[in-house]
Nanobody, 125 residues
Framework: QVQLVESGGGLVQAGGSLRLACAAS????????MGWFRQAPGKARDFLAQ????????YYADSVKGRFTISRDNAKNTVYLQMNSLKPEDTAVYYC??????????????????WGQGTQVTVSS
């Protein structure tokens, strides 16, 4: 089992940057593909980015491509989401997730086996 804890959220002005981190417990972090999602009030949980077990393969939602970068450090059991050029519409709770069954993860919520508790990101205009 994996426990995930996100950090790095907060309040930022439009155009600013934040770097989210997701720390995983356990010694098998490299066996999981990882993903980042977000959920705004009253809306569904949306895919943002995914990264393969070894970090070589990454995929992004069109809405964040070129602004957000996912990366991982398997030695530190941590996955990151660097967010630049933030917009008010990026305001949401951000979640990381772990997928034990696939190499590269998924854009869908259902395949992920473990989720963090979320971290709030608020972008002011």
């Amino acid at each position: 089992q994996v426990q995930l804890v996100e950090s790095g959220g907060g309040l930022v002005q439009a155009g600013g940057s934040l770097r989210l981190a997701c720390a995983a417990s356990g010694r098998t972090f490299s066996a999981y593909a990882m993903g980042w999602f977000r959920q705004a009030p009253g809306k569904a949980r949306d895919f943002l980015a995914q990264i393969s077990r070894n970090g070589a393969d990454t995929y992004y939602a069109d809405s964040v491509k070129g602004r957000f970068t996912i990366s991982r450090d398997n030695a530190k059991n941590t996955v990151y989401l660097q967010m630049n050029s933030l917009k008010p519409e990026d305001t949401a709770v951000y979640y990381c997730a772990a997928d034990r069954d696939s190499w590269a993860g998924s854009r869908q919520v259902a395949p992920y086996d473990y989720w963090g508790q979320g971290t709030q990101v608020t972008v002011s205009s």
